[in-house]
C-alpha cells in the first residue's frame, strides 16, 4: 500500500455509530480500518463504473459508424415482437 497519510474525515453521527459498532463487533481493528476498506469499495465501484461508461460509449459510437437508420415501421416492429414472444411461451 505504500506511505500513509494522516486525514481528519468528518462523518454523521449514524455512520460514526456503525463504524464504532463494526470494530467493537471485532470485525475491524479500527475505524481507519473501516474507512480503508470502505474506500477500497468505492474504488473498485468506481473503476467499474468508469469500465461500464467507456463500453456505453464505444456502444454508442459503434452505432453511429453503423450508418443512418431509415424510417420504421412500427406496426411490423410489434407484430415480430409479439410473434417472439408467442414462441418463447410455447417453447418455455
Known amino acids: 500500500m505504500g506511505a500513509y497519510e494522516r486525514m481528519t474525515v468528518v462523518v454523521p453521527d449514524q455512520m460514526a455509530a456503525k463504524i464504532h459498532a463494526a470494530v467493537e463487533a ?3 481493528a479500527s475505524a481507519s ?3 480503508r476498506d470502505a474506500m477500497r469499495l468505492w474504488s473498485e465501484r468506481r473503476a467499474f463504473r468508469q469500465e461500464e461508461l467507456l463500453a ?3 456502444a454508442w ?3 453511429k459508424a453503423s450508418g ?3 424510417p420504421l415501421d412500427m406496426e411490423a416492429i410489434i407484430t415480430r415482437a409479439k410473434g417472439k414472444k408467442a414462441a418463447a411461451s410455447d417453447n418455455g
Request: glycine residues 20%.
Open 26 to 28: 471485532g470485525e475491524y
Open 33 to 35: 480500518e473501516v474507512v
Open 56 to 58: 456505453l460509449r464505444d
Open 61 to 63: 459510437d459503434r452505432g
Open 68 to 70: 443512418v437508420a431509415g
